[in-house]
């Protein structure tokens, strides 16, 4: 059944026609059917009375996907709603700023949050995207929220975002993620106040408030999630390189089959797999001529030990070079993890996957490898402090910026599932996180009935985010292990793995864990010698340790590390007064009515 309903989304991606379409959609209703009847199945045992722990752990796992609980006429409306939304966020089309077009979509409306620098016209298709996503979605969505906490109970859970926590298998889960997002916090605090110095340079006084919190459009993302295309913004020491080996890779005549040659070099020479000959037959590493493909980068795993493939519209680039690296470490995922049950062809939790691939490129984009593979022609030992705080300061952007964002996804959605009256707040709820979790406001005062969540994809798709987070600490944690085992001397972020056989020794024996072991004896393998399995942030600060003691110096004169909140910040989002005193006196009226009511009686 997986290896079908893949290879119709395989067909469909790489050549979108209406037939191939159709093909797909039907495969992917034979499965939704297929997993309800599994379930059913499943559900005849009771899981908890197996003796053997690998076939409980996998009973378990088929008996407790809980949607499929609902009734066939509910199970087929969330099934429903959820594609609506994909769909109704997939054509979504804005105006540019001088409204002579108005076909953007969201690439087009994230490469000018990218690349523009005009505060009004940022705020201008900031403005246009959460207004024209937000609406369209809202009541699909509330009525999306009430059937999955429906699906939630029938399983005996409180709601849907606490079912959704489970396949974490981790009773302290929420715990753990607080505590590791207060050791990062101080670090992001930093990093945000000497943002700010620069966007306030930039910008000027009328657009960022000197100690405040920051406007979601000026950051380079439509989500304020990661920064780092405002690199040039904030670059340390302007008159240094930055780390982009464009130039040298399109000199040095490199091809897009070359990229992914180089990549699977880098993991032949750990030790780990070449990839099979059905990859370099089947893969679509550059983008079609006759046909129209989605061009997001991915990778594939057919189910049946034989197929994988990646499909990339491989431009020859720094960034594509970096995603070629990425995307073939999940494939080197599957293939170490092939020999395992099905069920148990997966990622240890569901961070692991994005975490490891992510710990590969923190080696493959640092200046040590690049020297090494004749891509820069300073080593890292031998570039100056400045080279170093700079690339710090990059990989910042895109790491430290990112953790309150990737942490408080998943905490909107536990207030918007978890409290009675969480999706009448979603708005306000969703800005509130975001002041106090990443100081960020919207440029300006949001409708008390919008749906600002909305403009993220993983919201209307029904993707959990909180794995995304995870991902962020594992990846730090795999590649400090990776290091470990290396016997990398100096500062972690310019150690590199390749042609490491320890690295890839231990690298290994994780992949091919996949989901059979729990989660935190994988992460136990890692910190051979170390602390025990636990999700840890230190890894991460160990690696930005340099870029902090900079940050605490260049701060000095900055008035607040972090942002101060003043009630003009929480007037942008927060219900009117008049509109609550209106509340309160329509409760009246209607108090009054009754007591007319009962005098009349
Ligand atoms: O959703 C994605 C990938 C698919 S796993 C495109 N990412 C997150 C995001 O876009 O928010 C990758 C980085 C985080
Ligand atoms: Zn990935």
Known sequence: ???????????????????????????????????????????????????????????????????????????????????EMKDAYAHVRICDAAASRCDFDLTDAQRFMAQTRDAASLRHTWLQWHDAIGPRVRNKFMR?????????????????????????????????????????????????????????????????????????????????????????????????????????????????????????????????????????????????????????????????????RIKQCTEVDMENFATAHHEMAHIEYYLHYSEQPFLFRDGANPGFHEG??????????????????????????ETSYEQNINFLMLQGLRKIAYAPFAYMMDQWRHLVFGSPDGVARMNSDWWSLRLRLQGIVPPSRRPENGFDAASKRHVPFDIPYVQYYVALLVEFQIFKSACRATDHRGPLHLCDIYRSREAGRILSEVLRMGKARHWKEVLAVLSRGGADGELSAEPLLEYFEPLFDWLRTANRKEPVIGWMSKREDFALYRPLVGATGARIWMNYRFLFVLFVIFFII
């Open 1 to 83: 059944m997986c290896f079908r309903v893949s290879s119709a989304q395989w067909a469909y991606s790489t050549n979108m026609t209406d037939f191939n379409k159709r093909r797909m959609i039907e495969e992917q209703t034979l499965k939704a059917k297929f997993d309800k009847v599994s379930w059913r199945k499943a559900t005849e045992f009771d899981w908890t009375r197996m003796p053997d722990p690998t076939v409980r752990r996998q009973l378990r796992m088929l008996a407790t996907k809980d949607r499929v609980a609902l009734s066939d006429e509910k199970y087929n409306e969330i099934h429903h709603l959820i594609s």
């Open 144 to 308: 999306y929220v009430d059937l999955a906490n429906q699906a939630a109970r029938l399983n005996g859970f409180s709601d849907a975002s606490e079912a959704a926590d489970t396949v974490y298998e981790d009773a302290r889960l929420q715990d753990e993620l607080a505590q590791t997002f207060g050791r990062i916090l101080p670090l992001y605090k930093e990093l945000f106040a000497y943002v700010r110095s620069k966007l306030y340079v930039a910008y000027g006084p009328d657009v960022v408030r000197i100690d405040g919190p920051l406007p979601a459009h000026l950051l380079g993302n439509m989500w304020a999630q990661e920064w780092s295309r405002i690199y040039d913004l904030v670059v340390p020491y302007p008159e240094f390189d930055k780390f982009d080996v464009t130039g040298e890779l399109l000199r040095q005549g490199y091809t897009p089959l070359r990229i992914f040659q180089m990549a699977e070099e880098f993991y032949t020479s750990l030790g780990l797999k070449p990839m099979p000959p059905e990859f370099w037959r089947s893969s679509m590493l550059e983008r079609p001529k006759s046909r129209e493909a989605q061009c997001t980068a991915s990778a594939w795993d057919f189910c049946n030990r034989i197929d994988y």
């Open 356 to 381: 490891f691939a992510n710990s590969i490129l923190l080696s493959v984009v640092n200046p040590t490898h690049l020297y090494r593979v004749g891509l820069m022609n300073s080593n890292g030992s």
